[in-house]
């Protein structure tokens, strides 16, 4: 067993669990949204960061990624740390304002204001649907392209993949497209959004990807338009 | 005799070296050795070498000289260049057509060809050998030295000076602890940024558990600007190679891997040959020298991403995955390159290895500072005079780097800023250049050491403009893992990018701040982490530039295209349009540029003789040739509405708001009641002297702006409602508690700068001495003034030329000289106007300061001179100069006019006033033009002092501005709005044999012999068809910005 101090408190860790693993096991919520209890982690959202070490050398880290560590100091809800997230927050926010799950972590946060231009985008790029489909689907049949600003989601060369067996799994793991908030709308008091179950078709993908393509639409884009 | 076959023990390769050394110290012929590294051969070095060789072969000289190619010997400003051995002669910047002389002359008859020798321009001296040369001097080049003296591709030429003497060493016996031990002590540190210490890391890679375990030299150079490690795998690639297997003995390593960008490709070509020279003699391979130590080495090639110069990422790249960081821990040494224990170096700290082997780790340890051992490698570009690679102990200040060895900035200007560390690092000022150089000292200045790049940056450089460029590399770098770093710098670089785009607000900086902090808090990797520093370091150093940008919508340095527009209308007080009415001209529609010319200047006749045109200084055609004559095209068009019979007419405003006095009827007074009276008030101008116009009816003589002129542009001014009440002086007449009594409800103080300065030189009192501005105000006033025959004018302002130019007309007059303290490069004085007087017969001496005056009874006799010569820069830049001691000398005169300067007359302003007074000057805030008193404006030369016409009227449109604010009760804020014209006129198309016969055209002059005895106009307008093709010249920088494009169509 390991032992390191987590949030003051002495605490034990199995050989090979990471921080976010441990504190969890302790009861400490740490929120996250590219980790997935089924998949390889990932540490791109940077949302579970939690503070490491004492004074000038504290620093923080993905908890999902960082590995206990003996004597290590643990904090979890420092200023900084929260600092740190509600901006995660905040950029997500700025490029897929519609995500339910990135406007319940909003709230959660109370992050209340998107000083950046919004992007509308859906895509925060945490992916799981590249990982969903490589190791729960047998799949590989998306992956990332390009680095930096231009990078995305696709398949090999941006063609129809031939891996795709439109199992859907991507788009079920996808924090942005399942559950997509419209947003209240000026006459409605209630919008429903959050009740409509359907998978809103992405404009984005096109038909490339679109999980019912070959089964025969869901019609959601006939509906929206 | 070389080494051909395999050497198999340790002996045989001590004999190996010994043979090479022996070989080298025998060589009796000369030796050339040409850099030929990439930055040699960019500058023709092969073609050098090629011409050398040719010629030795035709004339057979194969016995009498030998030619090496090298790598970069770091002088990179100075290639391509030949070191000649025995003799030490460095020859710089050689062409191939040199090679004759060079065989010939320097070979063969050992004679220095003084053309080819380094000149150095501080001390106006020749350098002989490389160690004359200032660059060479202080630097410290322990591994970057022997670059010079070996062909990188030629093992045996690295045996012969003592090449794998380290190899041999550490195969004869020391153990893999006592390596360890020995780069312990030397203290050596990681060079490619992160600084952490080499021996503590093998330590750890050694002690690490595994049977297979992986060491990697880091090539993977990425910082924009950095080539040091480029060079030194170029230049001695078996250096580093040998500290490779160093390294790998004493940790246990059976493979190395050279992770080397692919856009290198001398060095790759060079490593690999080593590899295979090495491998071929035994050197890598199975049981090296015997001793059954196993290692091999093998290149793996990088495409380029910054990024995998980070180690998890460069594994990753080697392992054929995407090349993105991975957390640590698991550190590599734990689990690196294919899950085995993994030690990486950079390219330099593998270098350092053998020296360290070869000479103990106490002796480097004494190079250097307490926690920085040896030395670094930078590789020094940007506005910097020597650019090249240089290699300095560690603990050397930035002063010394970039002033003594790097020889200062170019083209004399001033030093900004130098950014160590690419990317990741950060801008030091000027404040900082005394700063020691090592790890700790940087990091704590907010910038780091990298892996030493250091590029300078000038005056002319905009640091908002730098950031955005790190930015953008970072964001296009960064592998997009993290969202932090991802979106961080996309999200920095847009608020950079909309500041330098003039869309900055002023909440924006908190937001960077706040933004930069988290990218650097909650990114994985080196690169995230310190993707904020471009910004941290700029805000942190440069707030000022930001704020410029914000909030006054200025870049300083002229940088930032969107924010500057054309740099003619930037760079005018008042905005004037000059693109838009040049454009208009060279169309010939001139009465549309004389509206455009109206709408912001009230008084354009007047500057379009004697404004000092800011616009043709920053002139962007100038800084190819000659900027536009943009005043004499204003002239132009002037004088074409006056001959057309065109005049403006304000537009009718019904005057119903309140009444504002104005202080005086010079240009800021006169334009701040013009743009009052357009804006519906009521302003009174109370003037001292008889007539208006202050400076320009006073102070210019007629031959440079007739009196017509001024009075026409004056009664435009008074048509506009404006009421001028001459010959009221304020103190004495009026009051400024009386103006608020008597129901004017703002007051602006435009008094101007009247009074002459006093030289306090014995004498100076005497009869014949006249002040300038009062000797002025007498000829403009047709006052009767007495000049002798010899008129003795002292200063160097365009008071002393205005002065001058009018006794050499006055009837009485001979000869009119000019007594300047500095050199005509300091001058004040509108240059044309110098060369005018010049050419009128004025005689001009520089570097002359009076001492005192002789008289003969009260009368002005001569004067007693002291030349000077130039020193130390003062505070405004200009070189002080400093007298020479035992230079006087007398000059006889009947007539000394003294224009040293001028100061305001404010003495009208009581205690009572409540106006804060620096000496004579007003001093009011430079946003908005307000005194200390509530309601009291000011501005001009009453202001600033002495300063230009178009300043003055600048400070008139403020003020009306501002009054405006004032007595309608709102916040008195000045509104700063982005240069734009306000319709972009289509450019001209120019054929190319007329853009290449186009030059700045001469203005017509009144002929010599007409100037004397009158006061005649001298400056003639040009032709329209000189007019239109000068016009046409112009480039059209407001075309450059996003709106221009678009507003002409070249952009969708």
């Known amino acids: 067993m390991i032992e390191l101090k987590l949030n003051g408190l002495n605490v034990k860790a199995e050989e090979g669990w990471t921080l976010l693993e441990t504190a969890r096991f302790y009861g400490l919520e740490i929120p996250t949204l590219c980790y997935n209890e089924g998949l390889s982690v990932f540490g791109g959202c940077r949302l579970c960061l939690v503070e490491i070490g004492e004074g000038p050398k504290a620093r923080l880290v993905s908890s999902c990624t960082y590995p206990a560590e003996e004597g290590l100091v643990v904090r979890t809800d420092t200023k900084r740390v929260i600092e740190a997230r509600?901006?995660?927050?905040?950029?997500?926010?700025?490029?897929?304002?519609?995500?339910?799950?990135?406007?319940?972590?909003?709230?959660?946060?109370?992050?209340?204001?998107?000083?950046?231009?919004?992007?509308?985008?859906?895509?925060?790029?945490?992916?799981?649907?590249?990982?969903?489909?490589?190791?729960?689907?047998?799949?590989?049949?998306?992956?990332?392209?390009?680095?930096?600003?231009?990078?995305?989601?696709?398949?090999?060369?941006?063609?129809?993949?031939?891996?795709?067996?439109?199992?859907?799994?991507?788009?079920?793991?996808?924090?942005?497209?399942?559950?997509?908030?419209?947003?209240?709308?000026?006459?409605?008091?209630?919008?429903?959004?959050?009740?409509?179950?359907?998978?809103?078709?992405?404009?984005?993908?096109?038909?490339?990807?679109?999980?019912?393509?070959?089964?025969?639409?869901?019609?959601?884009?006939?509906?929206?338009? | 005799m070389s080494a051909t076959g395999k050497i198999t023990s340790i002996q045989q390769l001590k004999n190996v070296i010994r043979e090479q050394t022996a070989l080298r110290k025998a060589e009796k012929r000369p030796v050339l050795t040409v850099s030929a590294g990439t930055c040699g051969l960019a500058r023709g070095s092969q073609k050098v070498i090629d011409s050398l060789m040719r010629l030795i072969k035709k004339e057979k000289l194969e016995k009498r000289v030998k030619v090496k190619g090298t790598g970069c010997h770091g002088f990179?400003?100075?290639e391509p260049n030949i070191i000649i051995q025995p003799g030490d002669i460095f020859y710089q910047k050689v062409g191939p057509e040199k090679a004759g002389d060079i065989l010939h002359k320097t070979v063969l008859k050992k004679k220095v060809l003084d053309e080819l020798l380094y000149f150095?321009?501080?001390?106006?001296?020749?350098?002989?050998?490389?160690?004359?040369?200032?660059?060479?001097?202080?630097?410290?080049?322990?591994?970057?030295?022997?670059?010079?003296?070996?062909?990188?591709?030629?093992?045996?030429?690295?045996?012969?000076?003592?090449?794998?003497?380290?190899?041999?060493?550490?195969?004869?016996?020391?153990?893999?602890?006592?390596?360890?031990?020995?780069?312990?002590?030397?203290?050596?540190?990681?060079?490619?940024?992160?600084?952490?210490?080499t021996g503590m890391k093998w330590e750890l890679a050694r002690k690490a558990k595994g049977d297979l375990k992986f060491i990697i030299c880091n090539a993977d150079e990425g910082d924009p600007g950095a080539y040091m490690d480029r060079s030194l795998l170029e230049g001695n690639p078996h250096l580093v190679l040998e500290g490779m297997m160093i390294g790998a003995f004493a940790i246990g390593a059976q493979k190395g891997f050279m992770y080397v960008r692919d856009e290198y490709p001398l060095a790759v070509k060079h490593v690999t040959q080593a590899i295979e020279q090495a491998r071929h003699l035994g050197l890598l391979g199975e049981n090296i020298l015997g001793t059954g130590f196993n290692f091999d080495i093998q290149i793996a090639k990088?495409?380029?991403?910054?990024?995998?110069?980070?180690?998890?990422?460069?594994?990753?790249?080697?392992?054929?995955?995407?090349?993105?960081?991975?957390q640590r821990p698991p550190f590599p040494v734990q689990k690196g390159l294919w899950a085995k224990p993994t030690n990486i170096n950079n390219v330099e700290t593998w270098g350092n290895v053998p020296l360290i082997i070869k000479k103990s780790g106490d002796w480097f340890a004494k190079i250097g500072t307490e926690n920085s051992k040896g030395t670094k490698i930078f590789s020094l570009v940007g506005k910097i005079n020597n650019t090249g690679l240089v290699e300095v102990p560690m603990g050397m200040t930035l002063r010394e780097i970039i002033f003594d060895i790097g020889g200062g900035i170019p083209g004399g200007k001033e030093f900004k800023a130098v950014q160590t560390g690419g990317p990741s690092g950060g801008c030091l000022p000027k404040q900082r250049l005394d700063l020691p150089i090592d790890y700790q000292s940087l990091s704590q200045a907010g910038a780091i050491m990298g892996s030493g790049g250091m590029i300078i940056m000038d005056e002319n450089t905009c640091m908002v403009d730098i950031a955005k460029y790190f930015l953008n590399f970072l964001r296009n770098e960064s592998c997009g893992k993290c969202l932090s770093c991802r979106e961080g710098t996309q999200r920095m670089w847009e608020i950079v990018k909309n500041i330098s785009d003039g869309k900055g607000k002023e909440e924006d900086l908190k937001i960077l701040e706040e933004l930069a902090l988290a990218v650097k808090d909650a990114s994985m990797c080196g690169l995230g982490q310190t993707a904020a520093n471009p910004v941290l370091s700029t805000l942190r150093y440069f707030r000022k530039e930001y704020e410029d940008h914000i909030k006054r919508k200025k870049c300083p340095a002229m940088v930032c295209k969107e924010l500057v527009s054309s740099p003619c209308q930037y760079a005018c007080p008042i905005g004037q349009e000059a693109s838009t009415y040049i454009a208009y001209i060279a169309q010939g529609k001139h009465k549309e540029a004389f509206d455009v010319i109206m709408k912001d200047n009230p008084l354009?006749?007047?500057?379009?003789?004697?404004?000092?045109?800011?616009?043709?200084?920053?002139?962007?055609?100038?800084?190819?040739?000659?900027?536009?004559?943009?005043?004499?095209?204003?002239?132009?068009?002037?004088?074409?509405?006056?001959?057309?019979?065109?005049?403006?007419?304000?537009?009718?405003?019904?005057?119903?708001?309140?009444k504002i006095a104005i202080i005086g009827a010079g240009p800021a007074g006169l334009t701040a009641a013009y743009y009052l009276a357009l804006k519906g008030f009521r302003p009174t101008i109370f003037e001292a002297l008889p007539v208006a116009g202050g400076m320009l009816a006073m102070g210019i003589p007629n031959h440079r702006l007739p009196k017509d002129v001024l009075a026409r542009e004056i009664e435009v001014i008074k048509q506009a409602g404006v009421e001028i009440r001459t010959g009221l002086t304020l103190g004495k007449d009026i009051l400024i508690e009386g103006l608020f009594k008597s129901d004017y409800k703002a007051v602006f103080c435009a008094s101007g700068a009247g009074k002459s300065l006093k030289m306090d030189i014995p004498g100076e009192d005497a009869e014949g001495v006249l002040h300038s501005l009062e000797y002025l105000r007498d000829v403009n006033l047709s006052r009767p003034t007495k000049i002798g025959k010899r008129v003795v004018v002292v200063g160097g302002g365009n008071a002393a030329i205005d002065a001058a130019r009018a006794a050499l007309r006055d009837k009485a007059c001979e000869k009119v000289t000019i007594f300047y303290r500095r050199t005509k490069a300091e001058m004040p004085a509108l240059a044309e106007e110098v060369d005018a007087s010049i050419d009128e017969g004025i005689d001009i001496q520089f570097l002359m300061a009076p001492v005192k005056v002789i008289t003969k009874k009260v009368k002005a006799a001569a004067i007693e001179c002291v030349r000077m010569k130039l020193g130390e820069k003062d505070a405004s830049g200009r070189r002080r100069p400093v007298p020479i001691k035992g230079s006087n000398f007398i000059h006889k005169l009947d007539t000394l006019i003294l224009a040293i300067s001028e100061r305001p007359d404010t003495s009208y302003i009581g205690e009572g006033d409540e106006i804060k007074r620096h000496g004579e000057n007003i001093i009011i805030d430079d946003e908005t033009g307000s005194t200390t008193r509530l309601g009291v404006f000011a501005g001009g030369d009453a202001v600033t002092g002495p300063n230009s016409v178009v300043d003055a009227i600048a400070a008139g449109k403020i003020a009306a501005e501002t009054i405006e604010k004032y007595v309608s009760g709102q916040i008195v804020t000045r509104d700063y709005r982005l240069v734009r014209p306000l319709i972009y006129v289509k450019p001209a198309e120019l054929s190319e044999e007329e853009a290449a016969k186009a030059k700045r055209p001469v203005i017509p002059a009144l002929a010599m012999a007409r100037r004397r005895k009158n006061f005649e106009e001298v400056e003639g307008t040009l032709s329209e068809i000189a007019a239109c093709r000068e016009a046409r010249r112009c480039l059209r920088c407001d075309l450059e910005t996003e709106d221009g494009k678009s507003a002409i169509g070249a952009k969708k």
């Open chain 1, 86 to 225: 509600r901006m995660m927050i905040e950029l997500m926010v700025s490029i897929a304002p519609n995500s339910k799950k990135i406007q319940d972590l909003a709230s959660k946060f109370n992050v209340t204001q998107v000083r950046f231009k919004v992007r509308n985008e859906e895509c925060v790029l945490c992916g799981l649907c590249v990982r969903m489909c490589a190791e729960q689907m047998d799949g590989r049949a998306i992956g990332f392209q390009n680095r930096g600003y231009k990078k995305k989601i696709s398949t090999p060369f941006d063609l129809r993949s031939e891996e795709c067996r439109q199992c859907g799994g991507c788009i079920y793991i996808c924090p942005v497209c399942q559950l997509r908030c419209q947003g209240p709308e000026a006459d409605t008091t209630l919008c429903n959004a959050c009740l409509t179950m359907d998978p809103t078709c992405l404009d984005h993908y096109d038909e490339l990807q679109c999980w019912m393509y070959d089964a025969g639409r869901c019609g959601t884009c006939v509906r929206e338009k």
């Open chain 2, 76 to 78: 990179c400003e100075a």
């Open chain 2, 120 to 197: 150095d321009p501080n001390t106006g001296e020749k350098a002989r050998g490389e160690l004359d040369i200032p660059f060479y001097k202080k630097q410290k080049r322990i591994v970057l030295g022997d670059n010079a003296l070996i062909d990188p591709t030629d093992i045996n030429d690295y045996f012969s000076i003592g090449g794998y003497g380290a190899l041999l060493k550490t195969l004869s016996g020391l153990t893999p602890e006592a390596v360890i031990d020995t780069v312990k002590r030397s203290g050596l540190r990681g060079r490619g940024g992160a600084g952490f210490l």
């Open chain 2, 302 to 326: 990088g495409a380029g991403a910054f990024v995998c110069g980070e180690e998890t990422a460069l594994i990753a790249s080697i392992e054929g995955r995407v090349g993105e960081p991975r």
């Open chain 2, 604 to 658: 354009p006749s007047v500057c379009s003789r004697v404004c000092n045109h800011p616009c043709e200084k920053v002139c962007r055609a100038g800084e190819s040739g000659l900027p536009i004559s943009i005043r004499a095209l204003k002239r132009f068009v002037m004088d074409w509405a006056e001959k057309n019979g065109i005049q403006y007419v304000p537009p009718r405003v019904s005057q119903n708001r309140e």
